[in-house]
T-cell receptor, first 119, second 110 residues
Framework: GAGVSQSPRYKVTKRGQDVALRCDPI?????LYWYRQALGQGPEFLTY????????KSGLPNDRFSAERPEGSISTLTIQRTEQRDSAMYRC?????????????????FGPGTRLTVL | AQRVTQPEKLLSVFKGAPVELKCNYS??????LFWYVQYSRQRLQLLLR??SRESIKGFTADLNKGETSFHLKKPFAQEEDSAMYYC????????????FGKGTSLLVTP
């Protein structure tokens, strides 16, 4: 079946513009995660959804970043008033079951990522 | 605070040689550790997890709580093993977030 898809794959924008990054998880996957990966670094957790509920947004760097998943499927990560330091690979992942503290880990399946460049 | 350290940015070995990708962690609790791999022009994918105690593509990793390590090993490297490898620790307190190391680029040369 189809894996996690993300669009656009590449986005170049000017400083100050807003961008919206889309993630389409594997069909039926309950949990959805956003990560950001700067050059030379590993992915860094941003936020997490179970169904449509945003369970944790503690990893979002500041209030210019927001995410939603209104129908419990597709998610959008929005960055307002982009800055050059926002340039990175933005990765989305999904897993089949809700992840609970102390529960067994479910495999997170990653999308291809969106490469964001802010000029 | 939890942290994952991969001390080698780049590791180059000859085909057929043993390979060990190092991963050390700091975590106050029972860690859950993973190795993810990204081949050229492909997406990040799970290679193995410590709770499964499995061998994937000839790779194994043993959790050593005394040394707080989860090194990835393969006795005979193949050219197709060339990729970026990330060690990750799951935050069991939250149940979901993965904390990744910076990654090690493995190059296997003929």
């Amino acid at each position: 079946g189809a894996g996690v898809s993300q669009s656009p794959r590449y986005k170049v924008t000017k400083r100050g513009q807003d961008v919206a990054l889309r993630c389409d998880p594997i069909s039926g996957h309950v949990s959805l995660y956003w990560y950001r990966q700067a050059l030379g670094q590993g992915p860094e957790f941003l936020t997490y959804f179970n169904y449509e509920a945003q369970q944790d947004k503690s990893g979002l760097p500041n209030d210019r970043f927001s995410a939603e998943r209104p129908e419990g499927s597709i998610s959008t990560l929005t960055i307002q008033r982009t800055e050059q330091r926002d340039s990175a690979m933005y990765r989305c992942a999904s897993s089949l079951t809700p992840q609970l503290a102390g529960g067994p880990p479910d495999t997170q399946y990653f999308g291809p990522g969106t490469r964001l460049t802010v000029l | 605070a939890q942290r994952v350290t991969q001390p080698e940015k780049l590791l180059s070995v000859f085909k057929g040689a043993p390979v060990e990708l190092k991963c050390n962690y700091s975590y106050s609790g029972s860690p859950e550790l993973f190795w993810y791999v990204q081949y050229s022009r492909q997406r990040l994918q799970l290679l193995l997890r410590h709770i499964s105690r499995e061998s994937i593509k000839g790779f194994t990793a043993d959790l050593n709580k005394g040394e707080t390590s989860f090194h990835l090993k393969k006795p005979f490297a193949q050219e197709e093993d060339s990729a970026m490898y990330y060690c990750a620790l799951r935050d069991a307190n939250s149940g979901y977030a993965l904390n990744f190391g910076k990654g090690t680029s493995l190059l296997v040369t003929p």
